[in-house]
């Protein structure tokens, strides 16, 4: 029986490897034209979101003030999938963030050369919620909301596959030694 506790470890081994572990990436989704419509799974605050760009107002996150460090974080989630992208259209340039006291935190397309970011608040004062939506109206090709929705995560179940040939490995493994100790011999002494 001791001869055989090394099959355990080599079984846990290759039930280890062949099982697929679960983890969940931020997807881009582009339209027809490679531009970005949405932004599934994208880590903020610590949460899972998915993100659209629409004309749409979202007060998801408007409970920090215009300059917090999670709208910050935000715009900068955002940028990291982004990937020097345009919104919706070849001119979608600008999006923004509902935030407290009626305003919008306002990122938009800048930085040009190496090492600059595409994506930056723009200036130094916050702009209106009011004056946002009156821009992005005007403007429906080239100015969004960003839309915050809690992404919902499916936990994947672990491969079967490998599952099964494992199991299937051991029953073999356990007949045949049943098999080798039922046909040995008594030794003559």
Request: charged content about 15%.
């Amino acid at each position: 029986m001791r001869k055989s506790l090394w099959l355990i470890t080599e079984i846990l081994l290759f039930s280890a490897l062949g099982s697929t572990p679960a983890h969940a990436d931020g997807v881009v989704v582009l339209n027809g034209g490679g531009d970005v419509t949405a932004i599934d799974s994208i880590t903020l605050n610590g949460s899972l979101y998915n993100v659209t760009f629409t004309s749409t107002i979202d007060n998801t996150f408007n409970a920090y003030a215009y300059d917090d460090p999670t709208l910050l974080a935000i715009v900068t989630a955002i940028d990291t999938s982004l990937m020097r992208k345009s919104l919706n259209d070849p001119t979608g340039i600008a999006y923004g963030v509902a935030t407290a006291g009626s305003r919008a935190l306002v990122a938009v397309g800048g930085g040009e050369g190496v090492g600059a970011l595409p994506w930056v608040v723009s200036g130094i004062t916050p702009i209106e919620l009011f004056e946002w939506q009156g821009l992005v109206d005007a403007t429906p090709q080239r100015d969004f909301w960003a839309n915050f929705t809690p992404a919902v995560v499916a936990t994947p179940e672990p491969a079967t596959g490998p599952l099964t040939l494992t199991g299937l490995g051991v029953i073999a493994v356990l007949m045949w030694k049943r098999r080798q100790d039922a046909l040995r011999q008594p030794q003559a002494t």
